[in-house]
């Protein structure tokens, strides 16, 4: 659906958030010379304006907005129409405070900043519903229109009231019985048996652990329901336009969403990307946030919908980009699919929450370094228009569950080191440092297309799924399990008669009898010289041959790391975590043994390679230099971005810069 924006644009999208509201007529006229001279052709409007659209309780005021959207389409822009409901008006939260978010300790919060709200109270999802038809019925046909974005960053979770009614509901659903609910959730333990639906609560503050199964449901449960207020509005849309509509999903470190489910529900996949480090660390999560949008939307393109061109705000304070940045970056994400590069926001705000976010437009005015490498990083977008559609082809896998993230997130387990997001992104960079363009994909996905499957955080697991995965082995697939894998199903049980379960221990060829956690300073000596550090497990090879073993401790001799022919296929078992060096040395054997290899053989370190293809038989060949020292790459092709040549004296990539070469 993507293809709806690209082919209405004329190439790929460049532009970023705009607030015109918080600035006058004289501003508006520069704002349109100055999108022109950077080559802005797709802007959001009215992400969080629910208080100008909508002054009082059902009364509307559109004219602000239809000069605007006016104004826009006579200067060549497309609009990204959002629903403002990230952010309710004073009014709303006066009038239904029964509707404001209540955090898990019971703190009612009150109004004040934005995503103040429960997405399970029935007169905030009315209130949602109604503004997103409203808009939808006023400028579903407007020329200027060309996507939908829906809310902005679902991520609020409510503990109150409403939400625990909206729970019962969703577990009556899922357990018909409470018997079945008891069972599922292991109530006979600390005596917590239910007896009516109604004294099952949210998972508010507590004395001690929370119960396992409660909580995950409680997580599953608040992703469908976050899912449930997304269909609404955009089924309110669809009633009045026929434009493709979508949400600006996060990948960061915390997740309340599973992305999986949402990337099936929106009509193209649409990210955020903040990375949290600077420098190669940045091109590598640019990478992982583009990689894992690509996959939750079935490998279709996607979009970039926000990024920033300099400071953004870190669990750490502000983080700056670095010149070149801003290219480089944008390169980055179309390269894994995007189909353009949005920026939060366009002009940088001078009063409200955010005045010191970074913008196209920074405070200092266009004569600015910023503005100048966001203007050429828009003409090099608007040079990148034939490769629209085009999509990526990845040879490896690294599997991603909802469900485990949320279960590793439990209070009461035993720590491996590392919690699903960190294992996901340790396999994700270890792969990007061996140049593999990869996937993401969930356990009971057909993976037969991917030569190589890596499960590093595989925690929970249920009975299809490891059946899946043995089947994937059996026909020729090669799989690398990490420790502390299939230990438990869907419903938070231990797995009875060793671990993991049986289907992936018969393909693994080993049967795991108990987990030792090793304390936190404690690295023990494989036989290959290679180091475990945090955690470790007894195995017992049933048809496994040992990679390493133990050289001390209560373990020494026996296999930490195993390698099993099982059908047409191999499955490999790390059972401990390595270090950085060694772990990236483990992944080239299994990388050998599948035969996968980089998207260009001898690529200098810094230099990322990863490439686009239409189904003609063109294809184009990124090449990011994240080094600070100038390259030069046996490659031939015609580079966009210069618009010249490459023959066969190869390339040489400036450092810090780009290059997308069209082959074939
Ligand atoms: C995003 C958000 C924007 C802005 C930005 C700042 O997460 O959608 O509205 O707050 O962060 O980095």
Redesign the pocket.
């Known amino acids: 659906m993507v293809h709806r924006i690209t082919e209405r644009l004329g190439g790929l999208a460049f532009g970023g ?1 705009y607030n015109p509201e918080q600035w006058d007529r004289h501003v508006w006229q520069e704002d349109d010379l100055l999108m022109r001279e950077a080559r802005v052709n797709l802007v959001t409007v009215g ?1 969080f304006s629910w208080a100008l659209l909508e002054p009082e309780e059902g009364s509307y005021d559109f004219d602000w907005l239809d000069a605007h959207l006016d104004r826009l389409h006579a200067a060549g822009v497309a609009v990204d129409l959002a629903t403002p409901t990230a952010s309710p008006p004073p009014w709303f939260t006066l009038a239904h405070p029964e509707a404001l978010t209540v955090t898990a300790d019971g703190i009612r919060l009150t109004h004040g900043s934005r995503d103040t709200y429960c997405l399970a109270a029935p007169a905030y999802r009315r209130a949602a519903t109604r503004i997103a038809g409203a808009l939808a019925e006023r400028y579903g046909d407007h020329p200027a229109v060309c996507m939908w974005h829906v809310h ?2 679902y991520a609020t979770v409510c503990h109150c009231d409403r939400a625990a009614a909206a729970f019962r509901v969703w577990l009556r659903h899922k357990y018909r019985t409470l018997d079945a609910l008891n069972e599922a959730w292991g109530t006979a333990f600390w005596s917590q048996r239910y007896g009516s639906w109604e004294q099952i609560l949210p998972p508010r503050a507590t004395q001690w652990h929370h119960n396992p199964g409660h909580t995950l449901d409680w997580r599953r449960f608040f992703s469908d329901e976050t899912l449930a207020a997304y269909r609404e509005q955009r089924d309110a849309i669809r009633a009045h336009s026929d434009r493709p509509v979508t949400t ?1 999903l ?1 990948v960061p470190a915390y997740q309340v969403l599973d992305l999986w489910k949402f990337g099936r529900e929106v009509d193209f996949v649409g990210i ?1 990307h ?1 990375p949290a480090a600077p420098g190669v660390d940045a091109a590598a999560d640019i990478a992982f946030g583009g990689d894992r949008a690509r996959s939750f939307g079935a490998g279709k393109p996607w979009l970039l919908i ?1 990024q ?1 061109t300099n400071t ?2 870190t669990s750490d304070g502000t983080l700056g980009k670095e010149p070149g940045d801003i290219l480089r970056h944008t390169v980055g994400h179309i390269a894994r699919g995007s189909e353009g590069a949005l920026f ?1 926001q366009w002009r940088q705000s001078k009063a409200g929450a ?1 005045l010191w ?1 970074s913008a196209i437009v920074p405070h200092a005015g266009p004569d600015t370094r910023i503005f100048r490498e966001a203007s050429a990083t828009g003409s090099a977008v608007a040079r990148l228009g034939e490769l629209a559609g085009s999509t990526v082809r990845a040879r490896a896998a690294v599997l991603h569950d909802a469900d485990v993230w949320w279960a590793l997130d439990t209070r009461g387990l035993p720590r491996t080191g590392s919690d699903h997001h960190d294992s996901l992104r340790r396999a994700h960079r270890a792969l990007w440092n061996a140049g593999v363009t990869t996937d993401f994909a969930h356990s009971a996905d057909d993976l037969a297309r991917y030569p190589v499957v890596l499960a590093p955080s595989l925690y929970l697991l249920s009975d299809a799924s490891a059946a899946a995965l043995r089947q994937y082995v059996a026909q020729g697939g090669t799989l690398l399990v990490e420790c502390f894998a299939g230990a438990v199903d869907e419903h938070h049980h231990a797995r009875l008669g060793g671990y993991p379960v049986a289907p992936l221990r018969e393909a693994l060829g080993i049967r795991v009898e108990e987990y030792r956690p090793l304390a936190a300073a404690q690295a023990l000596e494989l036989s290959d010289g290679t180091r475990g550090t945090h955690w470790s497990e007894v195995l017992r090879l049933e048809g496994a041959t040992p990679v390493a073993s133990w050289t001390s401790g209560m373990l020494a001799g026996q296999a930490a790391v195993t390698r099993h022919q099982f059908g047409k296929g191999s499955a490999w078992y790390l059972s401990t975590r390595l270090e950085e060096d060694a772990y990236a040395a483990l992944l080239g054997q299994v990388l050998a043994a599948a035969g996968v290899g980089p998207e260009i053989a001898d690529a200098p370190p810094g230099v990322e390679a990863v490439r686009r293809h239409a189904d003609d038989g063109r294809s184009w060949l990124f090449l990011l230099n994240h080094s600070d020292t100038d390259q030069r790459l046996p490659v031939t092709g015609h580079d966009l971005l210069t618009d010249e040549p490459v023959g066969h004296h190869g390339l040489t990539l400036p450092a810090r810069g780009a290059a997308v070469l069209r082959q074939g």
């Open positions: 958030d992400v902005n960053e600006n996060m955020d903040y926000e920033g953004v705000y939060f955010e976010h």
